[in-house]
């Protein structure tokens, strides 16, 4: 919806009055575009929450998180069965709900992955089985990008197969999915030396992640990856096939590797 100064306002004193932390980095976690237009609209988030009739001092105010505490509760959770990964526990309004925001802030972990990781848990696992929706790819993608972390279509594939199968399937392309995320596709993408050893772990990481192996497919939403494919072996689904991973068509594995043009 358009935000305008009245509308920003009664937001945050409804947030406010259902006792939703007010913190800034809270709020652009979970609020971004509420955050961003009472900056553009006020001149800054707090002066926008002072506006708001809300003492800025409640609103930093927040229980002293420890990396100790925020493992203990991923480890009770953990062993309680309950979802892990982002999309589940930002959700919550619980204590692993704010423990897994505070665990954001740089002198703790400053990726909600690294906790799971401090807490014994395979990250990516936990990734790639999770739900996710447009906004939690673009949070995440943004997220990298304040890491400094590689973006580019073929690290992401190799490390987070499940993001960067999610931003292909939600947006239609990778290059679409940075954009949404605010990020200029044509400064992450980088130019790589591939070599066929590349372009085999590409594919069977694209694979794992259950992104679409067909020739159409890879040429779309991984130009690098189909051009390395190409210029390596000749055709992309002779690299698939020396990958050892099976095109699916209709759902069913093919004993064959033919074209699938």
């Known amino acids: 919806m358009p935000w305008t100064k009245k509308s920003i306002l009664q937001q ?3 947030l406010h009055k259902a006792g939703t932390q007010l913190s800034y980095n809270l709020m652009a976690a979970r609020y ?7 900056a553009y609209h006020m001149g800054s988030y707090r002066r926008a929450v002072e506006l708001a009739g809300i003492p800025y001092a409640d609103v930093t105010r927040r229980p002293r998180w420890t990396r100790a505490r925020i493992i203990t509760l991923i480890k009770a959770a953990r062993r309680r069965g309950e979802d892990l990964h982002w999309a589940a526990v930002s959700s919550r309004r619980d204590e692993l709900g704010r423990a897994a925001f505070a665990a954001l802030q740089p002198r ?8 799971l990781t401090a807490g014994g848990l395979d990250a990516d696992e936990i990734s790639r089985y999770r739900r996710w929706d447009r906004d939690t790819i673009a949070f995440e993608l943004r997220s990298r990008a304040r890491d400094s972390q590689a973006l580019n279509s073929g690290a992401l594939q190799a490390k987070d197969p499940g993001l960067h199968a ?7 392309s990778f290059d679409a999915a940075l954009r ?3 990020l200029q596709p044509e400064r992450i993408r980088r ?11 590409a594919i069977r990481a694209t694979a794992r992640g259950g992104q679409s192996l067909s020739d159409s497919h890879i040429r779309r939403t991984s130009p690098a990856l189909y051009g390395a494919a190409v ?11 020396k990958a050892g991973a099976a095109f699916r068509r209709g759902g069913k594995r093919n004993s ?3 074209n699938d043009e």
Do not use: C, P
Not at 231 to 241: E, I, S
């Open 32 to 38: 971004q575009a509420l955050v961003s237009a009472a």
């Open 166 to 172: 999610a931003a292909v399937r939600h947006f239609g």
């Open 256 to 258: 064959r590797n033919s």
């Open 180 to 182: 949404a995320a605010k």
């Open 231 to 241: 210029r390596l072996f000749g055709a992309f689904t002779t690299a698939r096939r």
């Open 108 to 115: 703790l972990f400053g990726r909600w992955d690294r906790a």
């Open 12 to 14: 945050l004193r409804r």
């Open 191 to 201: 130019r790589r030396k591939w070599t066929k050893a590349d372009v085999l772990s």
